[in-house]
């Protein structure tokens, strides 16, 4: 037995408000979890350059160490000197004679 219930206006109405409503949650729904995983792939990325910043940080202050640059400037053929000349202010470096 099949029970038929007459169309009306209201009915119509309600059956279109209730589609659109589950329609909307369904698509927030979908929007919210979208978001959710974007979040936490830029969470993910975020420690991984937090944690590249903070080793190339420690490379940087042992590249910049003194003990590492002398050691690089000896590489290069770069001495101490063994002699220093000072000179006055009365005498002239680079005037003619």
């Excluded at 659109?20 to 830029?42: D, N, Q, Y």
């Excluded at 940087?60 to 001495?79: H, I, M, T, W």
């Amino acid at each position: 037995m099949i029970i038929k219930y007459p169309k009306t206006k209201r009915g119509t109405f309600w059956w279109l408000t209730m589609s659109i409503f589950v329609i909307s949650v369904v698509v927030f729904t979908i929007e919210t979890a979208t978001s959710g995983a974007r979040l936490a792939k830029l969470e993910h990325m975020e420690r991984e350059l937090a944690s590249e910043n903070a080793e190339l940080s420690t490379k940087l202050v042992g590249f910049s160490s003194l003990s590492s640059l002398e050691a690089k400037s000896q590489e290069l053929g770069f001495v101490s000197p063994q002699k220093i000349i000072y000179i006055g202010r009365a005498e002239g470096f680079a005037k003619l004679p």
